[in-house]
Each structure stands twice: as structure tokens, then as C-alpha cells.
Nanobody
Framework: QVQLVESGGGLVQAGGSLRLSCAASGLTFSIYAMGWFRQAPGKEREFVAAISRSAGNTYFADSVKGRFTISRDNARNTVYLQMNSLKPEDTAVYYC????????????????????WGQGTQVTVSS
């Protein structure tokens, strides 16, 4: 049974930082690209960041580029999202997702291409 469990969310002031973690189990983590998505109240879920299975490639939404970084530890089956210079508009539930890939450099910003999803963790940024 595949499980993705996010942690690290919380309440932070604007300009602050948070580090989200997503621990995966029940799958061969090293053959999955990983992504982070978020959903703000009243809005559709949107792409935030992705990382290829070998961590050689990363990709960010324009709204977080330069502020967020994504990394992974294949030995720990964990992907991270470091969020700096947080803004109130970053407030959302953050989800991690796993995409089965067949090449090392592949990643995706498209929800439909992800096979497994976590339950999400709330991030609230106060002004």
C-alpha cells in the first residue's frame, strides 16, 4: 500500500520560512519523480515544484521561483520543499505527489501524470 505523508506545515509570518517533508512508503521511491502542489481556499490545485527521480532536474512554478527549493533523499524515501520569503498568497494546503517515470530526467507539472498523492499539510502565512 502506497503512502505519502506530508509534514512540516504550520503558521508563519510573511517573510518567514518553512520546510515541508513528504515521506513515501510502499513504492520504489527512486523510480518516481516527485512533485508538490497546493490548493488555496476557493481555488483549484496548482503546481508548485517537481524533481526528477535522480534529483538531476527540478522545475518550479513562476510564483515560487527563487523562493522555494525542492530536494529529495532517496535513501530516506523523502522529498522536501524548502519555502523561504513566504507571502500571504502562499497560504494553502500543500500536497506531495509521486509520478512513475521511465527515465531519470523526467518530471511533470501536470496533476494527471501523478499516480499517488498525500493527504496534504496546511501552510498559513500571516501578513
Amino acid at each position: 500500500q502506497v503512502q505519502l505523508v506530508e509534514s512540516g506545515g504550520g503558521l508563519v509570518q510573511a517573510g518567514g520560512s518553512l520546510r515541508l517533508s513528504c515521506a513515501a512508503s510502499g513504492l520504489t521511491f527512486s523510480i518516481y519523480a516527485m512533485g508538490w502542489f497546493r490548493q488555496a481556499p476557493g481555488k483549484e490545485r496548482e503546481f508548485v515544484a517537481a524533481i526528477s527521480r535522480s534529483a538531476g532536474n527540478t522545475y518550479f512554478a513562476d510564483s515560487v521561483k527563487g523562493r522555494f527549493t525542492i530536494s529529495r533523499d532517496n535513501a530516506r524515501n523523502t522529498v522536501y520543499l524548502q519555502m523561504n520569503s513566504l507571502k500571504p498568497e502562499d497560504t494553502a494546503v500543500y500536497y506531495c505527489a509521486a509520478q512513475r517515470t521511465y527515465a531519470s530526467g523526467v518530471y511533470s507539472a501536470t496533476e494527471d501524470e501523478y499516480h499517488y498523492w498525500g493527504q496534504g499539510t496546511q501552510v498559513t502565512v500571516s501578513s
